[in-house]
């Protein structure tokens, strides 16, 4: 066959597509692993056994439980999703954010969201050829209100996404403001908890109430990256009809299982991210104290954003990196964000083990 006879990707994809490079995940083979807002803790030991009890005569040869109904009622009753509300899981809430711009494409009309902020509603936006405009938040990372609301006018978005808290930021915003947002919005909220499990405000509890408003949330950050599990809770409307869009089977069966079996020792992980909670404020207080760290940027989430001196980003990076500690260089993400560092909170020898190597990593600038 004649190489010439077929298309090219290139003839095939758009362009916006094809200038989005793949999503890129360090490799931290060998070194102490900060980077991805992940649970820093191990179950305890009796608990990992009962676990693989739990996973044991798993039916792999049969499809999954497609509506996932003992899940959804452990999900509904540990994280107190409203009774009003519809459910809907994701693999990962990444899923769910594709399902939602998917839904809407076709309208004509655009996605918006605050930026810096998550990649993955702009990635996801081009991916799918829905217009994205971000809206930059203001020096201090603050929602700026005034834009936003002139942006919604403009463009009569079909989604706003919010996330609540931000990453990278770790800010959360004041809930008037996000009610603000979810009532001048005539599209959807989403608004996007990821770190809830960390954070002092939730509106799970408007969650089918409020006209508007999707509440989406993940398992990742709490201590469950590894088996993909996102939820939405929306006015059963919404999730009706998103569910048509939803692939059949997408939440598997060891992660179905899984995540039922966590929830009923959530204790095990609300403790966690207790500890995970008192471990950032002190992470907070040692940054500040810090010479060569110039701003501190306070975290309702499980990591912390912090700047070093003009043009030093890279290098710190490096150093950690040399010093075995990886964390994220969001410098090149948003120009707010230039010399800009984000770390996730470890175990506290691992904080421990963090500034100490940032500390020789700033000496040496
Ligand atoms: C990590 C993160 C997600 C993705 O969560 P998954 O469920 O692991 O796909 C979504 N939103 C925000 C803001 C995040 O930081």
């Given at each position: 066959?004649?190489?010439?006879?077929?298309?090219r990707?290139e003839d095939?994809?758009r362009?916006?597509?094809?200038?989005?490079?793949?999503y890129?995940?360090?490799d931290?083979t060998?070194?102490?692993k900060?980077?991805a807002?992940?649970?820093p803790?191990p179950?305890?030991?009796?608990?990992e056994?009962?676990w693989l009890?739990?996973l044991?005569?798993?039916?792999?040869?049969?499809y999954?439980?497609?509506?996932?109904?003992d899940?959804?009622?452990r999900?509904?009753?540990?994280?107190?999703?409203?009774?009003?509300?519809?459910l809907?899981?994701?693999?990962?809430?990444?899923?769910?954010?594709?399902?939602l711009?998917?839904?809407?494409a076709?309208?004509?009309r655009p996605v918006?969201?605050?930026e810096p902020?998550?990649?993955m509603?702009g990635?996801?936006?081009?991916?799918?050829?829905?217009?994205?405009?971000?809206?930059?938040?203001r020096?201090?990372?603050a929602?700026d209100?005034d834009a936003l609301?002139?942006a919604?006018?403009?463009?009569?978005p079909?989604i706003?996404?919010?996330?609540?808290?931000?990453?990278?930021?770790?800010?959360l915003?004041d809930?008037a403001t996000?009610?603000?947002?979810i009532?001048a919005?005539p599209g959807?909220?989403v608004?996007?908890e990821a770190?809830?499990?960390f954070?002092g405000h939730s509106?799970m509890?408007?969650?089918?109430g409020?006209?508007?408003?999707l509440?989406m949330?993940?398992?990742?950050k709490?201590?469950l990256?590894?088996?993909?599990?996102?939820?939405l809770a929306?006015?059963p409307?919404?999730?009706?009809a998103?569910?048509r869009?939803?692939?059949?089977?997408?939440?598997?069966?060891?992660?179905q299982?899984s995540?039922?079996f966590?929830l009923?020792?959530r204790?095990?992980?609300?403790?966690?991210?207790?500890?995970?909670?008192a471990e950032?404020e002190?992470?907070?207080?040692?940054?500040?104290?810090?010479?060569g760290?110039?701003s501190v940027?306070?975290?309702q989430?499980?990591?912390?954003?912090?700047r070093?001196?003009?043009?030093?980003?890279?290098?710190v990076?490096?150093?950690?990196r040399?010093?075995?500690v990886?964390i994220k260089?969001?410098g090149?993400?948003h120009?707010l964000l230039?010399?800009?560092?984000r770390?996730?909170?470890?175990?506290p020898?691992d904080?421990?083990r963090?500034?100490?190597a940032?500390?020789?990593?700033?000496?040496?600038r």
């Open positions: 066959m004649s190489a010439g006879r077929h298309d990707p095939l994809m362009p916006e597509v094809l200038a989005q490079p793949a890129a995940v360090a931290a060998g070194l102490l900060l980077d807002m992940e649970n803790w179950w305890p030991g009796e608990l056994a009962a009890e739990a044991s005569e798993p039916e792999l040869n049969r999954p439980d497609a509506a996932a109904r899940l959804a009622a999900v509904r009753a540990v994280e107190a999703v409203p009774e009003g509300a519809g809907m899981f994701g693999n990962g809430s990444d899923e769910l954010i594709q399902i711009i998917q839904a809407v076709g309208s004509g918006i969201a605050p902020g998550f990649v509603y990635v996801l936006a081009r991916a799918l050829g829905v217009p994205f405009r971000g809206v930059s938040l020096p201090d990372f929602l209100l609301l002139a919604i006018r403009e463009e009569q079909a706003v996404f919010l996330a609540h808290p931000n990453n990278p930021t770790g800010r915003e809930p996000v009610q603000a947002v009532e919005n959807i909220t608004v996007d770190y809830a499990p954070a509106f509890p408007q969650a089918g409020t006209a508007g408003l509440v949330r993940t398992v990742s709490l201590g990256a590894g088996t993909r599990l996102g939820y929306a006015e409307a919404w999730i009706d998103l569910d869009l939803r692939l059949p089977y997408n939440i598997n069966t060891l992660t299982r995540v039922r966590a009923d020792h204790d095990v992980l609300d403790g966690q991210a207790r500890a995970i909670v950032r002190r992470l907070l207080q040692a940054l500040e104290a810090l010479a760290v110039t940027v306070p975290s989430a499980n990591f912390v954003l912090f070093v001196g003009e043009g030093q980003g890279a290098a990076f490096a150093g950690l040399e010093r075995g990886l260089d969001v090149r993400a120009p230039a010399d800009h560092l770390v996730t909170v470890g175990r020898e904080n421990d963090f500034l100490e940032l500390e020789a990593a700033l000496a040496r």
